[in-house]
């Protein structure tokens, strides 16, 4: 069965779209404005608008405690409350608590879990620190004080900053979300961090009247304690053929809108964290670098670099009484409360029905997916029943965490970074690559679109970084050096020719492969132990001249000049 997708959103408004239909745009605007539309109908829907970043869109810091059913993380939720602090009315420190922290800029009052700086590398490799312009959308009333003595981060605020040097279409400045997920459960002291994720935009602003992202109000039954769930913001309250916007950012009086990223320009930030990050890190970069020490205070100092790439998308309406055939036979084998409310609820077109009979969302549109197997499949049919060609194509700088315990005996130390996997897939396994010991190699599974909206053929890219140390310890090699290769298997078993680089550098191993083709290839890399030289045996000989003696050793010792061998 698919698991519940971490992010649940519905919308219950009836705002309208600023900048057109999805279906139907100037040709000037770049995809990062793509906008989707209504249904084609007033029946009911299900959708998909699959683009990698929009988990970072309209993200909002907020803390909520909850009771529920039951004291398990799948009990349904009976009541939630937002909190400015933990103790408060209604936010009782024996609930259930969950945090989503934005990551401000540091400054005399915001000394941890914040951003250092934000950088950026131009085509010479020199480093251009952005300059600090103002948080947006600032503080809100759900902005919160954390408290590092219980693992609570600091809700802050998303900001942007100014490359006056390194323009984009709409101008020179930039958008950095960074946030942390984090719960607590009854009656427990300390909050564990769930997520880390990240992404940076390029943007300017544009005035109106927009929805503002804010805590779910309703009490669904299909939302559990361990789910999590919002009102969505980006919407216009004027009316207009779409419900949807083109912000990816919303504040009292407008909103930012995206822009395609520079793709020769390294961005990168550095972070300062009570709440450390651990393991593997996924997302959406080229030539992908991180680093984690300490600082002085015992905080962990995490900086990440890379190129944007770009993503093609999917997006699609099907009624739900006539799906394609491949859709249909996936969502068949589904739970079919998850897919009737895992996503955005979208309400009929006229307006007047918001849930359908089922108490569920009238329309749902599909776009926080999990990057798990069950998410994988589900994609894969939908490119199935739309057609091996991208709805249209994102530039996108972002990084995420990933929960693994698969080779957690590997990974060592409560701050290490284990290993990094970006791709500019549309989809993928969100984990590290699972090794196949039949073959010996480390399988990571990708599914795209065949074209791009233009017809061109999408060509892929795959980029591991791992640990030496973690690597050695996954096949149980010893510190000698590791070579590799990289195969690339089409789902019908055919080998690909694909531009492969592996290199190890310090302590990590580096590998990539580049120009593969999709549908859902399967990227192999087998990594090798160099063998050792044995060591050559050394042999003494005794050489005689008249009544001197020497003695000569070596692998193949021979006698000086006018000596014999005895």
């Known amino acids: 069965m698919m698991k519940l997708q971490s992010k649940l959103i519905t919308a219950v408004v009836l705002p309208l779209a600023i900048i057109g239909s999805g279906l139907a745009q100037a040709n000037t605007l770049p995809d990062e404005q793509f906008v989707v539309g209504n249904p084609p109908t007033n029946e009911r829907y299900t959708g998909i608008n699959l683009a990698d970043a929009d988990f970072a869109v309209d993200s909002f810091s907020s803390l909520e405690a909850m009771t529920g059913n039951g004291t398990t993380p799948n009990a349904t939720i009976t009541s939630r409350t937002p909190c ?55 503080t809100t009333e759900y902005t919160y004080l954390g408290d590092s003595s219980i693992g609570l981060p600091t809700g802050a605020s998303s900001f942007i900053v100014d490359f006056p040097d390194l323009a984009h279409q709409g101008g020179t400045q930039y958008l950095v979300v960074a946030y942390l997920q984090g719960s607590r459960s009854f009656n427990q002291t300390q909050f564990r961090i769930e997520n880390f994720n990240s992404a940076i935009f390029a943007v300017s602003k544009v005035s109106g009247n927009f929805s503002i992202p804010k805590p779910e109000p309703k009490l669904r039954p299909d939302i559990t304690l361990k789910g999590r769930s919002t009102s969505a913001g980006g919407f216009n309250q004027n009316q207009s053929v779409s419900r949807r916007s083109a912000c990816i ?13 520079p793709s020769d320009i390294t961005f990168g930030y550095s972070l300062k964290l009570h709440e450390k990050i651990k393991g593997w890190l996924h997302g959406r970069l080229s030539d992908a ?25 999917v997006y699609a309406w099907f009624k739900k009484s006539d799906y394609p055939a491949p859709l249909g036979k996936f969502y068949s084998s589904q739970d079919a409360k998850l897919v009737n409310a895992n996503g955005l609820g979208w ?5 007047v029905t918001i849930d359908g009979p089922d108490g569920l969302p009238y329309s749902i549109l ?5 990057y798990e197997e069950g998410s994988f499949k589900e994609v894969l049919a939908w490119i199935d029943s739309i057609g091996d060609k991208a709805s249209y194509a994102r530039s996108a700088w972002s990084i995420r965490s990933m929960e693994s315990q ?32 039949a073959d010996q190699t480390l399988d990571y599974k990708v599914v795209s679109p065949h074209y791009l909206p233009d017809g061109s053929e999408f060509k892929g890219s795959y ?30 078993g055919t080998s690909q020719v694909a531009t492969t680089l592996v290199r190890e550098k310090g302590e990590w191993l580096f590998l990539s492969a580049k120009n593969f083709t999709f549908s859902s290839p399967t990227v192999k890399v087998k990594l090798k132990q160099a063998s050792k030289k044995p060591l050559a045996k050394t042999v003494t000989i005794t050489c005689i001249k008249g009544k001197a003696i020497k003695k000569v050793s070596g692998s193949k010792p021979v006698c000086p000049a006018g000596y014999r061998k005895k």
């Open 84 to 138: 400015q602090k933990i103790g408060s009315a209604g936010c009782e420190a024996d609930k259930y608590f969950q945090y989503n922290a934005l990551l401000g800029f540091c400054d005399s009052t915001l000394t941890t879990d914040c951003v250092t700086k934000v950088f950026a590398r131009d085509q010479s490799g020199k480093e251009v620190l952005g300059k600090f312009v103002e948080n947006y959308p600032g």
């Open 249 to 261: 950012k919303t504040a009292p009086g407008g909103c930012l809108i995206a822009w395609t990223l």
């Open 289 to 313: 670098q991180a680093t984690i020490t300490s600082a002085s205070d015992g905080d962990q100092l995490l900086s990440i670099e890379g190129k944007p790439t770009l993503i093609p998308a």
């Open 347 to 351: 309400p009929s077109n006229d307006g």
């Open 366 to 370: 599909k776009e926080g997916f999990g």
């Open 406 to 437: 698969q080779y957690e005996k590997c990974m060592k130390g409560s701050d290490t970074l284990s290993g990094i996997v970006t791709t500019n897939s549309t989809m993928y396994i969100g984990n590290p690559p699972t090794f196949n010991r």
């Open 463 to 492: 980029d591991l970084a791992i640990k030496g140390d973690v690597a050695r310890c996954i096949y149980g090699f010893s510190s000698a050096p590791i070579s590799a290769t990289i195969s690339i298997i089409s789902s019908d």
